[in-house]
């Protein structure tokens, strides 16, 4: 154990894994005791962003280790540094970009192009954050842009594997609900995949969730620049389905008189509902839909009484 809990409330005591310095602070904002990255940062410390280390403090990080040999620069030439990321093609639409190491300032400038040149080559583009320890404000800051731009060309970036402290990072940060989180890059390779396939059955199903519509006002749909492919109505009509089928496994909205249209990649929430957390959970569930990229809830909710009541 590397950092233990201080004689005062709230307070930390890190030690260095090598020397035995220590210092004592708060651990910063997160929401949870175990974790001591922002510790590490505020004071030029380096190692695992968890209580239980190994940790070492700015002059052991400066400093060569002891049984380490040194070479003259003309007797061997310095390796380049790893990449911290990999892009690989996992069909036409959709990239998996591999991400290795902490997603920080050391590496942002790698990671900046490589997701610019994913997001815009594909519609959809998966991190595989398997083997990331950590990131930190210049890391997320990076997700975030390319999230938007991935957005703003009728696409999307989820995140898979992601760590149990980018987690609560992303938490921390209220990014959870910005990004479509999988458990797996093979189950975010398997909704992206079940998100494009038509349905056979769409004609048949129930009508107590999705029926027909009217298409509301081109001047509340997304403009497209000259530049940018148009979405076709085959692939609004499979984002109905999916935002049908995500609806449907919430038992806050299955049952509810709930009409979903989708246009332009934009989901249109009309109906009523029997409650306002129902409302939410709708508007939730639309976003969370791979390929949806606005939602907009027209829903009545009790307070205005049902539409047709």
């Known amino acids: 154990m590397t950092v233990v809990p201080g004689t005062e409330t709230g307070k930390f005591n890190l030690i260095c894994d090598r020397c035995g310095a220590a210092v004592t602070d708060v651990a910063g904002a997160l929401r949870d005791d175990e974790i001591v990255w922002t510790l590490l940062a505020e004071h030029g410390w380096t190692g695992s962003a968890f209580a239980t280390g190994p940790h070492r403090c700015p002059r052991c990080v400066a400093a060569p280790p002891p049984d380490t040999p040194t070479v003259a620069d003309d007797d061997l030439a310095e390796p380049p540094p790893p990449r911290p990321c990999r892009l690989e093609t996992a069909d036409l639409d959709t990239a998996v970009v591999s991400m290795t190491g902490d997603i920080d300032l050391h590496v942002a400038e790698s990671v900046r192009d490589t997701l610019a040149h994913a997001v815009a080559l594909h519609r959809a583009v998966i991190l595989d954050m398997s083997a990331v320890d950590a990131i930190d404000s210049t890391g997320l800051g990076l997700l975030v842009r390319a999230h938007q731009d991935a957005k703003q060309r009728g696409g999307q970036l989820c995140l898979a594997a992601p760590s149990r402290f980018i987690l609560t990072?992303?938490?921390?940060?209220?990014?959870?609900?910005?990004?479509?989180?999988?458990?797996?890059?093979?189950?975010?390779?398997?909704?992206?995949?079940?998100?494009?396939?038509?349905?056979?059955?769409?004609?048949?199903?129930?009508?107590?969730?999705?029926?027909?519509?009217?298409?509301?006002?081109?001047?509340?749909?997304?403009?497209?620049?000259?530049?940018?492919?148009?979405?076709?109505?085959?692939?609004?009509?499979?984002?109905?389905?999916?935002?049908?089928?995500?609806?449907?496994?919430?038992?806050?909205?299955?049952?509810?008189?709930?009409?979903?249209?989708?246009?332009?990649?934009?989901?249109?929430?009309?109906?009523?509902?029997?409650?306002?957390?129902?409302?939410?959970?709708?508007?939730?569930?639309?976003?969370?839909?791979?390929?949806?990229?606005?939602?907009?809830?027209?829903?009545?909710?009790?307070?205005?009484?049902?539409?047709?009541?």
């Not at 509340?220 to 148009?230: I, K, M, N, S, Y």
């Not at 935002?243 to 332009?264: C, K, M, S, W, Y």
């Open 169 to 309: 990072v992303l938490h921390t940060m209220r990014l959870d609900r910005v990004f479509a989180l999988y458990g797996t890059r093979d189950e975010a390779l398997a909704e992206l995949t079940r998100a494009r396939q038509p349905s056979p059955d769409r004609e048949t199903k129930e009508q107590d969730v999705i029926n027909p519509w009217p298409s509301p006002d081109d001047s509340a749909l997304p403009h497209h620049r000259p530049d940018e492919p148009t979405p076709l109505a085959s692939t609004d009509d499979r984002l109905a389905d999916s935002v049908v089928e995500q609806l449907r496994a919430d038992g806050r909205t299955i049952g509810q008189h709930i009409t979903v249209t989708v246009q332009n990649r934009v989901a249109i929430l009309s109906g009523w509902v029997d409650s306002v957390d129902a409302a939410h959970a709708a508007s939730d569930q639309a976003w969370r839909t791979p390929g949806i990229i606005d939602v907009c809830n027209s829903l009545d909710q009790p307070d205005d009484g049902p539409a047709n009541s």
